[in-house]
């Protein structure tokens, strides 16, 4: 890969500190039928949680027309997220609508694989869809378990994983770190994965909201990761394969496949964030640890015209100058605000 391929294009509008807006993740449920310990923990997020209803939901039409003028400001990138977004019925149609969007360059989905059934896997696919993001934060069965916090087996988000292989649909596999919990698994889960064409990231453990009891002491570093996994099987540095992507790869040297970290606690990597998030009532967040946003479902349904919403857009983004995950001990020190939760606007 040159040099070339790294840098940004020509931004059409740039930030504070001149990062350009690239990447769009859209949450499209805040609902999930997952209560994981890091994300969802029950004890909060129990039955008389109020989640947004359904008339509060964008809808595929308000997210098309996002995506078209977030796409003129150079968006080229979607992921679309949760809450668990294959919650959402007929996500299917919201995907081929977006695949048609002038600019649109790549579509993603993050799940946690409960609902990625052979038949799903298949309609997402012939939908456009060009990935799949599979959350998986052990092979244990009990571990698992106790991290999602509903009872679900391993064995059928594995089987998740088959089903997006069999219909074409590459696979990134993401295992979230906590000390104490699952840092046992992380060599058993690279070992599952190294022979095969799924690349899995390592992803430290953040304090993403305000509920999951997140403590500096329950992070296990991305270099200790590493080295635990070096010292099975010697890894070596890859070059990135586009600007402003968030995990570090590296590949085994005996040449079984490919890992990846996810260091925000740290190795920050806010200087080349491109990443934009919509929740799923359309407020527009331009960090994932924002404490507040912009209402643009009020400006879709007021009658704003598109140079209108453009015009916002531009301004929200162009006065951006977030960089939580570098400054984390000062503005946890200080208080920083309410922040949003992970489920909220996708990890």
């Known amino acids: 890969m040159s040099d070339h391929d790294l840098r940004p294009k020509a931004p059409q509008v740039s930030d504070m500190l001149g990062r350009p807006l690239r990447d769009l993740r859209i949450s499209l449920t805040d609902h999930c039928n997952f209560r994981c310990v890091y994300c969802m923990p029950k004890a909060v997020f129990g039955t008389r949680y109020r989640f947004v209803d359904h008339a ?25 997220t949760g809450g668990e977004p294959l919650l959402r019925p007929h996500i299917e149609d919201l995907i081929a609508a977006l695949v048609a969007v002038p600019g649109i360059e790549d579509i993603a989905v993050t799940t946690n694989g409960s609902l990625l059934t052979a038949k799903k896997a298949k309609a997402l696919k012939d939908a456009g869809l060009r990935r799949v993001t599979i959350s998986i934060d ?30 074409g649909l590459p696979v990134k596999l993401n295992m979230v770190v906590r000390r104490g919990l699952n840092d046992q698994d992380i060599v058993p889960m690279a070992e599952r994965f190294r022979h095969t064409p799924h690349v899995l990231r390592f992803i430290e453990y953040m304090d993403v909201g305000n509920m999951n009891g997140w403590r500096p002491e329950d992070v296990v570093p991305s270099r200790e990761i590493m ?7 010697p890894l070596e540095p890859l070059e990135p394969s586009r600007y402003g992507e968030v ?32 929740s799923p009532e359309g407020t527009l967040y331009t960090c994932l640890f924002g404490t507040s946003g912009k209402d643009l479902r009020e400006l879709l349904r007021g009658g704003a015209r598109d140079d209108e919403i453009l015009g916002t857009l531009k301004q929200v983004w162009g006065s951006r100058e977030d960089r939580y995950s570098e400054l984390r001990s ?18």
């Open 56 to 80: 509060g939901l964008l809808t595929f039409e308000e997210i098309e027309r996002l995506v078209r003028l977030f796409a003129q400001l150079g968006v080229g990138k979607l992921r679309l």
């Open 138 to 167: 052990s092979l244990s069965d009990e571990t698992y378990q106790a991290m999602n916090d509903v009872g679900f087996p391993v064995e059928k988000v594995l089987q998740a994983i088959d089903h997006a292989e069999a219909a």
């Open 227 to 233: 080295a635990r996994i070096g010292e099975r099987w």
């Open 247 to 278: 995990a570090s790869r590296y590949g085994y040297k005996d040449g079984q496949g490919e890992i990846g970290f996810i260091s925000s606690v740290s190795q920050p990597f806010c200087q080349t964030c491109t990443r934009a998030r919509l």
């Open 330 to 347: 000062l503005l946890r020190g200080r208080g920083s605000g309410q922040k949003v939760e992970m489920f909220h606007i996708g990890g």
